[in-house]
């Protein structure tokens, strides 16, 4: 199946820096890709709605400019926790929709970034 | 309100046993149902896809059903094995939701040797 990688796996910071986790359709393009959150022992939640060469789009109560969203490529959707604190320590995962016919609207996922603030 | 319940939360059973795994949502105008596979500390990888139209999908040893009237699905894994240990999350789309996916909260299987 089409193949959605993460970059870091895993990341530990201190409290105030800024962390930028990518995730990329590795054969496949994707002009929107969805970025989650999960905290343990829990679903998926949906943050925010990444498009292609326009703005995000948040779930209630996500902060926009907490989490910044770039989506530069068809290809490359970034995240930027900025200013991080211990509270936003969590497992986050991207995800991209396939829509070639190949991909039949499949949602496929990247393995996950797990984020340590200190 | 459009929501995903599975239940059991956990369910552990011996190898070999032929198990079902549950899913109901409220709103039967669903687009598609998706199976995801999620091991401690991974990403998802998606197991099976059905469509609106479709009642089934089979892969290997898995198979999904979808009654969109009852509002169920469900995902039968035949001769269990260890390796099967994982936790598996149902996720819908519906019809005109903004959402692309709104998953369960997912049930941890134990396959024991």
């Known amino acids: 199946g089409a193949v959605v990688s993460q970059h870091p796996s895993w990341v530990i910071c201190k409290s105030g820096t800024s962390v930028k986790i990518e995730c990329r359709s590795l054969?496949?393009?994707?002009?929107?890709m969805f970025w989650y959150r999960q905290f343990p022992k829990q679903s998926l939640m949906l943050m925010a709605t990444?498009?292609?060469?326009?703005?995000?789009?948040?779930e209630q109560g996500v902060e926009k400019d907490k989490f910044l969203i770039n989506h530069a490529s068809l290809t490359l959707s970034t995240l930027t926790v900025t200013s991080a604190h211990p509270e936003d320590s969590s497992f986050y995962i991207c995800?991209?929709?396939?829509?070639?016919?190949?991909?039949?609207?499949?949602?496929?996922f990247g393995e996950g970034s797990r984020l340590t603030v200190l | 309100k459009q929501e995903v319940t599975q239940i059991p939360a956990a369910l552990s059973v011996p190898e070999g046993e032929n198990l079902v795994l549950n899913c109901s949502f409220t709103?039967?105008?669903?687009?598609?149902l998706q199976w995801f596979r999620q091991d401690p500390g991974k990403g998802l990888t998606s197991l099976l896809l059905?469509?609106?139209?479709?009642r089934e999908q089979t892969s290997g040893r898995l198979n999904a059903s979808l009654d969109k009237s009852s509002g169920r699905s469900t995902l039968y894994i035949a001769a269990s094995q260890p390796g099967d240990s994982a936790t598996y999350l149902c996720?819908?789309?519906?019809?005109?939701?903004?959402?692309?996916?709104?998953f369960g909260s997912g049930t941890q299987l134990t396959v024991l040797p």
């Open positions: 709103d039967s105008a669903i687009y598609n």
């Open positions: 996720a819908v789309k519906w019809y005109g939701s903004a959402r692309q996916l709104t």
């Open positions: 990444s498009n292609e060469g326009s703005k995000a789009t948040y």
């Open positions: 054969d496949f393009q994707a002009t929107t």
């Open positions: 995800s991209a929709r396939d829509l070639s016919g190949r991909g039949r609207g499949e949602l496929f």
């Open positions: 059905i469509q609106s139209s479709q």
